[in-house]
């Protein structure tokens, strides 16, 4: 292979080719109606098909076994070929050459150097904008310095100030409508509804994020003064991923390497709050949970990672979160620990006040893996009798299943027996997988896999815009709308939905796996199998507004909620509060509206 696969290729490769075309000339499918074929599943014994294929969705799906996934993972499961492979086959197929990267044959492929050459652009104005001597810039300056940061700590991060203006870096970089709608393309813009464009980051200190190439990609802005959100980052763009970037990595690897492990925290001050006390081997994630790609890149510098949290609730969930993810990569020679700070602290505080070498030393007493994972099982039952014990047994098992055989595992069970209090026989036969051949999973009850009757409000939402991405279209400023509802998947849900925005011909199978290497791969997988029982499009549209109307009427109770909360704590006054009130409910959608 002669490089990498740009994005743009995958994505109309997928476009064009049939998955029932590449299924059927390796499994002989058959007809069952409006776009749908059949066949026993390859994957499992069966004598009645319970194997479907969709021209519609180019997905496939089997109801016995719950085997499911896109052309691409087809290939990758039935002939048991990697991802690079499976694109060459595609490729093959369509009889298209591959316009590998650095043979630079895709005309799209410049696209991304004209977005990245845009954003060191952009770099370079809001370094400029906080050395400009303004009244903003000298709040801003002030503002570091009260965090504790030296002038070449600035620098060296390229700290910068979007000034409190509604188009300065668009009238700096804008020439013409085409450099817009780039500038649009890489997250820096937003359009006007009556024509124009704006800023996205106004009234900020910029924190620069890159690539591990150190190119920058998107940026970070933290709001001078008051304001919501508190943070803002760059969404996702054609040469931006959150769920595969970590901050300070450009910079951070050589030293990985050399400590011997990655520190893993929450924010950007606290990356750059530990490199000015000399601790230069932190990256941090941007918004999001732990990915498996952050995971696979880290590991690839070390074998040993500590996540650090803030030892409040989220931190916990965050933690938890953390782990769940580690679980399927954790083999022989790889550590992960996890340490939890003092109440009222991050990394950014505690360093500042106990120094480099006290911190270390929390560091280094950061609990092993198997140590969270067993304790907080522990606290979820009561061991001191039998129905506990069997609990604990009954909790481990998902965790358990999803570890790699070796001796992580073994000593795990180890240790659950001892905790269970029963021989190590009986744990691993409680603990094991059900018997099945490694190429051929578990049969699951039809229920399980096809019917979305257990669905959550925002899992349907996704399930059903990943199954019809059409629906982005003429949805998308309500689904925008609803980005602060604090609830799990949202996030998913608003970033589905930009990235439809700036690639509105992506089909069901090139969404997927857009996030091949992130989480949420998997998620995407099991909701693009669901069945939501309506086949007319109308009626699909239909139900899709309901959802966003009544996720939109939760954020306005959770809104209305935080402002009550506020008025409660003296931050607002009740006229405040009401002025705002009035505003929210001129807000609410209007059948009209969507």
Not at 139 to 144: D, F, M, S, T, V
Not at 201 to 223: L, N, S, T
Not at 263 to 283: K, P, R, S
Request: charged share 25%; glycine share 6%.
């Amino acid at each position: 292979m002669a490089g990498r696969i740009p994005q743009p290729f995958i994505d109309e490769l997928l476009g064009r080719v049939d998955i029932v075309d590449i299924i059927d000339s390796r499994v002989p499918l058959k007809s069952a109606g409006r776009g749908e074929y059949k066949a026993c599943c390859p994957f499992h014994e069966e004598k009645t098909p319970s194997f479907t294929v969709s021209t519609d969705k180019q997905f496939y799906h089997c109801f016995g076994c719950g085997e499911h996934g896109t052309a691409v993972g087809f290939l990758m499961n039935y002939a048991h070929l990697s991802f690079v492979e499976a694109i060459e086959e595609l490729a093959a197929h369509a009889g298209v050459d591959i316009p590998y990267e650095q043979q630079t044959f895709s005309p799209k492929s410049s696209d991304s150097d004209n977005l990245l050459n845009l954003l060191e652009q952009a770099n370079q104005f809001f370094k400029q904008q906080l050395r400009d001597g303004s009244a903003l810039a000298k709040q801003a300056i002030e503002y570091l310095k009260n965090r504790g940061l030296s002038g070449e700590t600035a620098r060296d991060f390229e700290i910068g100030l979007a000034a409190d203006s509604w188009d300065g870096l668009a009238k700096a970089l804008g020439k013409d409508e085409s450099t817009f709608k780039k500038l649009q393309k890489a997250g820096l813009v937003n359009e006007r509804d009556n024509g124009g464009y704006y800023d996205r980051f106004r009234g900020r200190i910029i924190f620069p994020i890159h690539d591990f190439k150190g190119r920058v990609v998107a940026f970070g802005g933290r709001v001078l003064g008051e304001g919501e959100p508190k943070y803002l980052n760059s969404p996702e763009t054609p040469v931006f991923h959150k769920g595969s970037e970590l901050y300070n990595l450009h910079r951070a690897r050589g030293e990985i390497k050399k400590s011997g492990f990655a520190l893993v925290v929450e924010g950007y001050m606290d990356v750059i709050a530990l490199a000015q006390f000399e601790i230069n081997h932190a990256v941090a994630t941007l918004g999001t949970a732990t990915t498996r790609a952050h995971l696979d890149r880290l590991f690839r510098y070390t074998d040993e990672i500590v996540f650090c949290f803030d030892g409040d609730k989220a931190g916990e969930r965050a933690a938890w979160r953390a782990l769940e993810n580690v679980l399927p990569v954790i083999s022989a020679g790889r550590q992960v620990k996890f340490l939890f700070l003092p109440q009222g602290h991050d990394p950014d505080s505690l360093v500042q006040e106990k120094g480099k070498q006290d911190f270390e030393k929390m560091v280094a007493m950061a609990a092993p893996l198997s140590e969270f994972l067993l304790s907080n099982l522990e606290k979820q039952t009561d061991l001191s009798h039998l129905e506990g014990r069997a609990r604990l047994l009954s909790l481990a098992k998902p965790y358990l299943n999803q570890l790699k055989q070796g001796p992580l595992k073994q000593l795990l069970l180890e240790q659950l027996a001892r905790m269970a209090q029963t021989d190590i026989s009986t744990t691993r036969s409680q603990l094991g997988r059900s018997e099945s051949k490694p190429d051929q999973p578990a049969r699951r009850s039809k229920a399980t896999s096809s019917t979305p009757a257990n669905l959550s409000l925002i899992a349907k939402a996704i399930s059903l815009i990943v199954q019809y991405p059409g629906l982005n279209r003429v949805n998308n400023k309500q689904i925008q709308a609803l980005r602060d509802l604090e609830i799990n998947g949202m996030d998913l849900f608003v970033d589905l939905s930009n990235l439809l925005d700036s690639n509105p011909e992506l089909n069901t199978a090139a969404l997927i796996e857009r996030y091949r290497s992130t989480n949420h791969h998997k998620v995407l997988e099991k909701l693009a199998a669901q069945h939501h029982l309506l086949t007319d499009e109308a009626l699909i549209s239909k139900e899709f507004e309901e959802i966003l109307t009544t996720l939109n009427k939760q954020r306005l109770d959770q809104t209305r909620n935080q402002l009550m909360e506020k008025v409660k704590s003296g931050q607002m006054t009740e006229e405040q509060a009401a002025n705002q009130l009035k505003t929210l409910h001129n807000q609410r959608f209007k059948s009209s509206d969507i």
